[in-house]
């Protein structure tokens, strides 16, 4: 009776059992880890927000940006910022000081106060993707050349960050910083609220991203991504929906950044680099593209798996991890989620059949009865 009615429950119930059971494991993650593993599990919960933003863009709409790491880092520099002024007290940051500067330049005011940092941690990566794509989508830029774009998009960013060292702490970044509204951020208790945060940010954005995908605006983006000028014709503008969704992914990857420099306690231009953009893409590609929950599963599996190879194997790990990429892009193309739905597949074949010959074998018995 408890398997038939097991197998009697419909796929939502078993979706809604599921996240029920992955909310409760994130939630409860402090009673049961350690203050190091708990840091190293809140920076896979950051990258996931953003492999969610880059899915809802690269999935759903079929635009591929490689250079989402220079909105984590925008992001993640907001928050710095107020981090390190609040740390400073009533003196500049220390590499000001290094660099000659006796005042705070003007714009680094503002973020002496939280709400302002977390806005602008938000608005500025959203406004800058809605800027490029309002340029890119309008002209009907795409395929690789939206993709180049992005890429130059990251080389400027950096050059300019490095090269402004006195208002951006150049190669060594934003760094130092330990204090958050009077509270030190290497005790245990900041830890654990900076972790539930972390986890509560990650499911409001995975809510967030099936609202929309569900949503008749979703629609609209895998339409786009199936047959852009069918969409057009249809009446609808893809550059606007295009626009949204840039918009809105990047203020996840903001989002993201905020909450990985509480973990860290660094953001510097390499973090902004072509190299992480491009692990971000592969965090989505691994998990399963166009599947939220993909996502989220590849950028903690893969994050998780980065941080034991390079303790385990600290002189070839990026080879493991290279021939990994290789694997599951050349043997599962559809990521780790698509390798799940293809053997369910095969099992209800598999079912489907034994209920065919069962029916037989039943109908060629009641004929001989």
Same mark, same amino acid.
């Given at each position: 009776?408890?398997?038939?009615?097991?197998?009697?429950?419909?796929?939502?119930?078993?979706?809604?059992?599921?996240?029920?059971?992955?909310?409760?494991?994130?939630?409860?993650?402090?009673?049961?880890?350690?203050?190091?593993?708990?840091?190293?599990?809140?920076?896979?919960?950051?990258?996931?927000?953003?492999?969610?933003?880059?899915?809802?863009?690269?999935?759903?709409?079929?635009?591929?940006?490689?250079?989402?790491?220079?909105? *984590?880092?925008?992001? @993640?520099? #907001?928050? =710095? &910022?107020? !981090?390190?002024?609040? %740390?400073?007290? /009533?003196?500049?940051?220390? +590499?000001?000081?290094?660099?000659?500067?006796?005042?705070?330049?003007?714009?680094?005011?503002? *973020?002496?106060?939280? @709400?302002? #940092?977390? =806005? &602008?941690? !938000?608005?500025?990566? %959203?406004?800058? /993707?809605?800027?490029?794509? +309002?340029?890119?989508?309008?002209?009907?830029?795409?395929?690789?050349?939206?993709?180049?774009?992005?890429?130059?998009?990251?080389?400027?960013?950096?050059?300019?960050?490095?090269?402004?060292?006195?208002?951006?702490?150049?190669?060594?970044?934003?760094?130092?910083?330990?204090?958050?509204?009077?509270?030190?951020?290497?005790?245990?208790?900041?830890?654990?609220?900076?972790?539930?945060?972390?986890?509560?940010?990650?499911?409001?954005?995975?809510?967030?991203?099936?609202?929309?995908?569900?949503?008749?605006?979703?629609?609209?983006?895998?339409?786009?991504?199936?047959?852009?000028?069918?969409?057009?014709?249809?009446?609808?503008?893809?550059?606007?929906?295009?626009?949204?969704?840039?918009?809105?992914?990047?203020?996840?990857?903001?989002?993201?950044?905020?909450?990985?420099?509480?973990?860290?306690?660094?953001?510097?231009?390499?973090?902004?680099?072509?190299?992480?953009?491009?692990?971000?893409?592969?965090?989505?590609?691994?998990?399963?593209?166009?599947?939220?929950?993909?996502?989220?599963?590849?950028?903690?599996?893969?994050?998780?798996?980065?941080?034991?190879?390079?303790?385990?194997?600290?002189?070839?790990?990026?080879?493991?991890?290279?021939?990994?990429?290789?694997?599951?892009?050349?043997?599962?193309?559809?990521?780790?989620?698509?390798?799940?739905?293809?053997?369910?597949?095969?099992?209800?074949?598999?079912?489907?059949?034994?209920?065919?010959?069962?029916?037989?074998?039943?109908?060629?018995?009641?004929?001989?009865?």
């Amino acid at each position: 009776m408890a398997l038939q009615w097991t197998a009697s429950l419909p796929r939502r119930a078993w979706l809604l059992i599921g996240y029920a059971a992955a909310a409760a494991a994130l939630f409860s993650a402090p009673l049961y880890l350690s203050d190091f593993r708990l840091n190293l599990l809140a920076k896979c919960l950051a990258f996931a927000i953003v492999a969610l933003g880059l899915d809802l863009l690269w999935g759903y709409t079929g635009i591929l940006s490689l250079g989402h790491g220079v909105f *984590f880092g925008l992001g @993640a520099y #907001a928050m =710095a &910022m107020h !981090l390190k002024l609040a %740390s400073s007290g /009533a003196r500049i940051p220390d +590499f000001m000081s290094w660099m000659g500067l006796t005042k705070l330049p003007w714009f680094w005011e503002p *973020f002496k106060s939280f @709400a302002f #940092a977390a =806005a &602008m941690g !938000l608005l500025v990566p %959203s406004a800058l /993707a809605l800027l490029l794509g +309002f340029f890119t989508f309008r002209n009907r830029i795409r395929g690789v050349y939206f993709t180049i774009l992005t890429q130059a998009l990251v080389i400027i960013t950096v050059t300019l960050f490095v090269g402004q060292q006195a208002y951006t702490g150049g190669t060594n970044g934003l760094t130092g910083y330990t204090v958050l509204f009077g509270y030190s951020l290497t005790s245990s208790t900041a830890k654990t609220t900076a972790y539930l945060a972390t986890a509560v940010a990650l499911v409001a954005a995975f809510a967030l991203c099936r609202y929309l995908v569900k949503s008749r605006f979703g629609k609209v983006l895998r339409a786009i991504r199936d047959g852009e000028n069918r969409t057009r014709f249809l009446g609808y503008d893809p550059s606007s929906y295009q626009m949204a969704a840039f918009a809105v992914s990047a203020g996840l990857a903001g989002l993201a950044g905020m909450l990985f420099v509480l973990h860290v306690g660094i953001i510097s231009p390499t973090m902004m680099a072509i190299v992480p953009s491009i692990e971000l893409v592969l965090l989505v590609a691994i998990g399963g593209r166009g599947t939220l929950i993909g996502a989220v599963i590849g950028a903690v599996l893969i994050t998780q798996a980065k941080s034991q190879l390079s303790a385990s194997y600290p002189d070839f790990w990026l080879f493991l991890l290279g021939a990994l990429f290789i694997v599951v892009t050349v043997f599962m193309p559809g990521g780790i989620v698509g390798l799940a739905r293809q053997a369910r597949q095969a099992l209800l074949r598999r079912r489907s059949g034994d209920d065919i010959q069962l029916d037989s074998i039943v109908s060629k018995s009641n004929g001989v009865v």
